[in-house]
């Protein structure tokens, strides 16, 4: 947790802006904002249309994005991050009927 939020704070430092992490297990947590696939780019529904699993694969961890219904050709892919409660709040602007409001 210590490295990722120094790396969050030097991404701000120099002007990258978004950070693309993701929470294996309590003590692991994935980096993809200077190098990553395209699902990096996955955006946070509160009603999503698929879920994030990590699952192990030769005794490494990855990541897995699984449809939870049949997604149309030009629907956007989504996945609610679950991001943790903390007392700074990210806004959510996913549109959602019942929208939680925040990530967070």
């Not at 996955?42 to 449809?67: D, L």
């Not at 996913?94 to 409001?101: K, S």
């Amino acid at each position: 947790q210590v490295i990722a939020d120094m790396r969050e704070k030097r991404y701000e430092d120099e002007g990258i802006g978004s950070s693309y992490m993701f929470r294996v297990d309590h003590d692991s947590i994935i980096d993809a904002t200077k190098c990553g696939n395209f699902a990096r780019f996955i955006n946070h529904s509160c009603n999503p249309n698929c879920y994030a699993k990590v699952i192990t694969v030769e005794s490494q961890k990855k990541i897995v994005i699984y449809s939870k219904q049949q997604i149309n050709v030009n629907e956007e892919i989504t996945y609610d991050y679950k991001f943790p409660i903390e007392d700074v709040k990210i806004p959510c602007l996913c549109g959602a009927e019942h929208c939680r409001g925040t990530l967070n």
